[in-house]
């Protein structure tokens, strides 16, 4: 049976440790997957739970939602999950200093539906510089997002207050009540930005299109454990996609119960219409390895990264060409 709870925020090491233990030597035919709560991006995201497509496969996938970006890692890493679904830069910059053994192999997300909102008498990206700006820990993908896109404007992020706002809301709302300059958040809140007297500065599908923003990493250790729950999963994430791509309004009707509004709320119609337009979600779930490329040389020359990850090292693409490979039901 497939279950959804919230990880705590501390850990403690003990647990770790002994979930991590337990876990590995545990039942081969079930998969852990850390996730942040989705929000108008569920009709793609969570489609193959709604439809039991998991449940074709012979895997039993718990989902955990974490609280924010900055517990996915340190989720990994302690053993509480198999894997999570996460911003790969994150997990380069964590690779490079040697503290996690684990390995991208697929993506719920290959495209970035973000944005960088703005109080009302900012009106450009330029106009950053000096301003605070609300984002997650200092290597999730609110911040690395936002320092690349202010890269692009000449903008450089040293020269910005970077305040922890919270979560993709939170950080939105902060703009909303004045209390930072600006926040990196999703593009859900664009179709509302206008009447909340928000200006939305950029999105990053159009600053930055290659920028991938959910890569599958998982435990390498898991993996060799039970690298067929991996493939399983992957698989039963494919036909979820599928289908809310060929199911547009089951799609959205999924999208809305999640965020509690009907399916032709503007706020639901907007991130479908953005991601089924421009291809956000890869029906394949590949490991999307040219925008990992971008993604690496690009925190590279912003100095995140001290030299290109080694691709070759942190991506098996094999659970997912064994899920491409197994009999669709």
Known sequence: MKTRRLLPFLLTAVLAAVTACATAAGDQSTWKVGVLQCSTDCGFLRMAEEKGFFDRYGVDVEFVTLQSASQALPALASGEVDAVEQNAGAFFIASERGNLDA????????????????????????????????????????????????????????????????????????VVAGTVDS???PADYVPRAAKDGVN???????????????????????????????????????????????????ALALAAKEAGTTPDDPYITYMHDLIAGKKLVDPDAGVAEKRLTYLSNTLTKSGQLSKPADLAKLVDDRPQREALAMPRP
């Open 103 to 174: 390995s991208i192999i697929g993506s719920t997300m290959i495209g970035l539906p973000w944005a960088i909102y703005a109080k009302k008498d900012i009106t450009s990206l330029g106009q950053l510089k000096g301003k605070s700006i609300a984002i997650s820990s200092p290597t999730a993908l609110p911040a690395v997002i936002a320092k690349v896109m202010l890269a692009r404007s000449g903008v450089s992020p040293q020269s910005m207050p970077q305040l922890n706002g919270g979560g993709n809301a939170d950080r939105y709302r902060a």
């Open 183 to 185: 926040a990196s958040s």
């Open 200 to 250: 939305v500065l950029a999105l990053a599908s159009d600053v930055v299109p290659d920028y991938p923003r959910y890569s599958i990493i998982a435990r390498n250790d898991r993996l060799a454990a039970k690298p067929n729950a991996a493939a399983r999963y992957l698989a039963g994430l494919m036909d979820g996609f599928r289908y809310a791509y060929a199911h547009p309004d089951e």
